[in-house]
Nanobody, 116 residues
């Protein structure tokens, strides 16, 4: 089992920045890719960004050039640096981990609110 705990959410004005953190614990040796998803009110949860154990990254088009995902394997942490935030980035952000045996783990989520 893998446990994920997010932190760093809150309220920010449009154009501002925020960094989310996710701490992984448990069977961390089994983790391959880690990433971030988000769910806005009334919408389905959507993919935001992913980083593999080898450091390859991928982003949803709407955040490319504004968000950066990074990973510190020594500390079992993954981060999402969010710049130039827009009101449409408002959502609950969830940390996600995928294991080599194809299990998926989720954090409890952290609220990000961007005011206009």
């Amino acid at each position: 089992q893998v446990q994920l705990v997010e932190s760093g959410g809150g309220l920010v004005q449009a154009g501002g920045s925020m960094r989310l953190s996710c701490a992984a614990s448990g069977s961390i040796f089994s983790i391959n890719a880690m990433g971030w998803y988000r769910q806005a009110p009334g919408k389905q949860r959507e993919f935001v960004a992913v980083i593999t154990s080898g450091g390859s990254t991928n982003y949803v088009d709407s955040v490319k050039g504004r968000f950066t995902i990074s990973r510190n394997n020594a500390k079992n942490m993954v981060y999402l640096q969010m710049n130039s935030l827009k009101p449409e980035d408002t959502a609950v952000y969830y940390c996600n981990a995928g294991s080599y045996d194809r299990r998926t783990y989720w954090g409890q989520g952290t609220q990000v609110t961007v005011s206009s």
